[in-house]
Nanobody
């Protein structure tokens, strides 16, 4: 399983950005998926997760109401829409996949993408 995250870049606070995570060598529909982020000098933390079929989602309190996780299994892709980003959302964003149920626990995820940097300017 290989995951390729993309869509990061420089964005102004209040704008929007969509991250993508595309899987190769597997059918992503078999996996729960999650997004995590790591800010400079900080630990990696949970942002959002989504069930295999996309019918259930979970969010960290820090992004609830601003970020939306979704997926298109026909395209083997999971998305993270970031609305109204703030400078404190600046981080490297990682997508991950698990054969277990979707979760906020990073230890449940076996497969990880390489990360994509998001920088939010004020």
């Amino acid at each position: 399983v290989q995951l390729q995250a993309s869509g990061g870049g420089l964005v102004q606070a209040g704008d929007s950005l969509r991250l993508s995570c595309t899987a190769t060598r597997t059918r992503l529909s078999a996996y729960g998926a999650g997004w995590f982020r790591q800010a400079p000098g900080k630990e990696r933390v949970f942002i959002a997760s989504i069930s295999r079929g996309g019918g259930a989602t979970d969010y960290a309190d820090s992004v609830k109401g601003r970020f939306t996780v979704s997926r298109d299994n026909a395209k083997n892709t999971v998305y993270l829409r970031m609305n109204s980003p703030k400078p404190e959302d600046t981080a490297v964003y990682y997508c991950a996949a698990t054969l277990m149920a979707y979760s906020s626990d990073s230890t449940r995820y076996k497969y990880w993408g390489q990360g994509t940097l998001v920088t939010v300017s004020s």
